[in-house]
């Protein structure tokens, strides 16, 4: 810090004492200076500590977690919503993007979600404002057809993510590097399908999902099977353990199978599937860590989860 004095001043060696062994005014003064200026850049340090943590993951968003806020019906996010038509798009068949309504974070991940074989976006929607309310865009989408096959949902999905960072109304509210995929019945097996595809993706949740191919070896996408103890159109035995068994070993994965739950439990609000769909689209899409503690250690059997298999610890 240099100390300004006027004109023609020699100003003391800092170090110089007194006669009487002290320093002299000028330097106790300096002292005081460099003092007060140590203390400020200290309080500035620490003013900007919070920053400095967020910066080593700027995809953060929304509050610390805990159990009750991934469980709530609603996050700590308003939200909004906008219709796409049919017609303005192609490829799939519209649908409604649900949306942080605040713009002070900046962008959000975003997930694009299918319903299953002769299903409508109506039987996916309470997964829109619920995952919105986290902090991401999400498109739940109607399909071209209801009878559209598990691979051609996977292009579908694709096509809605790419209208959705592309050509849509809030695409600039979307980070395009940061997105996901979910589905259920035929639209789960089409979120395979799409990660299969498109190897970027960060995550995928194939909810009670349906497809006549059983083995996933191809996916570099983390992959949470959701499937339950009581379906009898896509058994787990035949489709969702096959699925998650298939999966690479090396491959950030898991596999939930829901007690007391049948083939469409996910067309309905449910608690069990929203925490650990949150917690995963967290995880990988945004890799925030903090979702963490709700996957690993594997969660225990419950009234609610009959099995959980997974890859912990997952990779940092």
């Not at 250690?297 to 099995?307: Q, Y």
Request: net charge neutral; hydrophobic share 35%; glycine share 10%.
């Amino acid at each position: 810090m240099q100390q300004h004095l006027p004109s023609g001043t020699i100003p003391p060696h800092p170090s110089r004492p007194s006669r009487s062994g002290t320093f002299t005014g000028r330097s106790r003064t300096l002292t005081g200076l460099v003092t007060a200026g140590a203390a400020t850049a200290g309080l500035l340090l620490t003013g900007l500590a919070p920053g400095a943590q967020a910066a080593d993951n700027p995809y953060e968003r929304g509050p610390a977690p805990t159990n009750a806020s991934i469980e709530a019906s609603r996050g700590s996010y308003s939200t909004s919503q906008t219709s796409v038509s049919s017609l303005a798009v192609t490829g799939f068949g519209g649908g409604t993007i649900h949306y942080p309504t605040s713009t002070a974070d900046g962008t959000f991940g975003a997930v694009v979600i299918s319903p299953g074989f002769t299903a409508y976006e109506s039987s996916i929607a309470w997964l829109g404002p619920r995952l919105a309310s986290q902090g991401f865009v999400v498109f739940t989408i109607d399909t071209n057809t209801t009878l559209d096959q598990p691979d051609s949902r996977g292009r579908q999905l694709l096509a809605a993510l790419d209208y959705l960072t592309q050509r849509s109304s809030v695409r600039t509210r979307v980070d395009a590097g940061r997105l996901g995929v979910m589905g259920h019945s035929m639209g789960g097996g089409g979120s395979l399908e799409a990660a299969k595809s498109r190897t970027s993706l960060k995550a995928a949740i194939p909810l009670t999902g349906w497809n006549t191919d059983k083995t996933w070896p191809e996916l570099r996408t983390p992959t949470l099977v959701v499937g339950a103890d009581g379906d009898t159109v896509a058994p787990v035995a035949t489709h969702s353990e096959p699925f998650y068994e298939s999966l690479p070993g090396s491959l950030d994965k898991a596999y939930l199978e829901l007690r007391g739950a049948s083939h469409f439990t996910p067309n309905t609000s449910d608690t069990t599937i929203a925490k650990y769909s949150i917690s995963w689209l967290k995880r990988f899409i945004d890799n925030d860590t903090r979702y963490e503690q709700f996957l690993c250690p594997l969660p225990r059997p419950s009234l609610t989860i009959a099995e959980y298999r997974g890859t912990c610890p997952h990779a940092a």
